[in-house]
C-alpha cells in the first residue's frame, strides 16, 4: 500500500508560521522529486516549493524568502516550513512525490487558512 500524508494545515493569523509534513510510505522508492503544491478555492494548482534527491530547491516567486522545503530521509518525509504568512497563502496544500520511473503520488491535503 503506498501512502502520502501531509498534515500541519492549521488557521494561522498573517504573519505566522506553519510547517507542513509530508510523509510517505516507505515502499514509495526510487524518489526524484517531491513538490508541495497549493490550490485556492477557484484557482489552478500550482507548484510552491520542490526538493530533488539531490537536494537542489526550488521556489515559486510569491513565497521565496518565506518558505523553506527540506527532507529527513530518515523518516521519509519532506517538510514545508512557512514563514511571514499572508491571507494570499491560504489553499489547501498538496504533496506530489514522483519517481524516477516517473510515477506520481498524491496526498490528499492539508488546509492553510491565514487570517488577515
Known amino acids: 500500500q503506498v501512502q502520502v500524508v501531509e498534515s500541519g494545515g492549521s488557521l494561522v493569523q498573517a504573519g505566522g508560521s506553519l510547517r507542513l509534513s509530508c510523509a510517505a510510505s516507505t515502499n514509495i522508492v526510487n524518489i526524484r522529486i517531491t513538490g508541495w503544491y497549493r490550490q485556492a478555492p477557484g484557482k489552478q494548482r500550482d507548484l510552491v516549493a520542490a526538493?530533488?534527491?539531490?537536494?537542489?530547491?526550488n521556489y515559486a516567486d510569491s513565497v521565496k524568502g518565506r518558505f523553506t522545503i527540506s527532507r529527513d530521509n530518515a523518516k521519509n518525509t519532506v517538510y514545508l516550513q512557512m514563514n511571514s504568512l499572508k491571507p494570499e497563502d491560504t489553499a489547501v496544500y498538496y504533496c506530489?512525490?514522483?519517481?524516477?520511473?516517473?510515477?506520481?503520488?498524491w496526498g490528499q491535503g492539508t488546509q492553510v487558512t491565514v487570517s488577515s
Open positions: 526538493i530533488t534527491s539531490g537536494g537542489s530547491t
Open positions: 506530489r512525490i514522483t519517481t524516477t520511473l516517473n510515477r506520481d503520488y
